[in-house]
């Protein structure tokens, strides 16, 4: 498979585990939606919840084309 240099076209993008801790305190970045959950005042706070009932949380960015 050749490798694709364009960003808009990405075939096999990257997957990162991180702690979510900075971008909370630091209010990384904007999100164009995300779920709505009362609890929850910043969507970066879904990468702490513990996994259950065949869920796991995930962050994804938006390409614009």
């Keep these: 498979m050749p490798v694709v240099l364009n960003l808009n076209h990405i075939t096999v993008p990257p997957l990162?585990?991180?702690?979510?801790?900075?971008f909370i305190?630091?209010?990384?970045?904007?999100?164009a939606s995300s779920l709505k959950k009362e609890r929850l005042l910043n969507p970066?706070?879904?990468?702490?919840i513990c996994?259950?009932?065949?869920?796991?949380y995930g962050i994804a960015d938006q390409t614009i084309s």
Excluded at 16 to 22: H, K, L, S, Y
């Design 16 to 22: 990162f585990g991180i702690d979510p801790t900075d």
């Design 25 to 31: 305190e630091n209010k990384a970045f904007s999100f």
């Design 44 to 48: 970066w706070q879904y990468l702490k």
């Design 51 to 56: 996994p259950r009932n065949n869920f796991i």
